[in-house]
């Protein structure tokens, strides 16, 4: 994504800002993925229900019967308790503007997040959620803790969130310090662009990317 700033701002900011901005990419990206999965399926089932059969559901004394709307991975309530088809039209494009809002294809347009935007989306998508279900979402639904701010990270997604306070920033294989300003790595003019990498504490240099992409090493040989 492209962050834009005068080359006197402090490191410091730069990188907070940058951490910022990709855990917003981040939480979008799971917002969208969970409305999504809500128009086809409802609302996630409790924790210790997820990932069982109608079978093994009866078993635990639910009383199912084998239901043919149901979530094929068991992981939510089921198409009988998804949205209408209006408002899950609804949703969907509320999804799909927020989603269009942290686009990588941004890059190639040289425009940059704009995180009040992108936080206006996610708003928009809370109000079709709030449409659709008046009485909210059950606590343990992954898109209600996304508005709540009580996500529990697991797997990749704690191991892509950064922290802004210790996340550092590579340039040209090397470390960006925050106790200087951008202009020490950008030079005196504003009009430069440079591409960086974000990486966790402690992690080791990102590897370099090739000189050429992809597509020209396949004509090459």
């Not at 425009?111 to 009040?116: A, L, R």
Request: with cysteine; charged share 30%; hydrophobic share 30%.
């Amino acid at each position: 994504f492209y962050y834009e700033a005068p080359n006197t701002t402090s490191m410091d900011k730069v990188i907070r800002d940058l951490a910022l901005i990709h855990n917003l990419r981040m939480q979008v990206k799971r917002l969208v993925g969970g409305v999504r999965e809500l128009i086809k399926y409802g609302p996630m089932r409790p924790e210790e229900k997820r990932g069982l059969s109608d079978e093994e559901l009866n078993v635990s004394g639910d009383g199912l019967k084998k239901d043919s709307d149901a979530d094929p991975l068991g992981l939510r309530a089921g198409k009988k308790h998804a949205p209408s088809a209006q408002l899950g039209t609804t949703l969907e494009r509320c999804a799909s503007d927020a989603e269009a809002s942290i686009s990588a294809n941004l890059v190639a347009m040289r425009k940059c997040i704009d995180v009040k935007h992108v936080q206006e989306c996610m708003q928009n998508v809370r109000g079709a959620v709030m449409m659709a279900y008046p009485m909210n979402l059950p606590p343990y639904d992954p898109i209600r803790q996304i508005f709540e701010d009580s996500e529990e990270l697991q797997g990749e997604d704690q191991k892509n969130h950064l922290d802004p306070e210790t996340a550092t920033l590579w340039f040209a294989g090397k470390q960006l310090e925050r106790d200087y300003d951008l202009q020490k790595y950008s030079g005196r003019t504003d009009k430069v662009t440079i591409k960086c990498k974000l990486q966790t504490k402690g992690a080791s240099a990102p590897s370099r990317e090739p000189t050429v992409d992809a597509e020209t090493q396949k004509k090459l040989y």
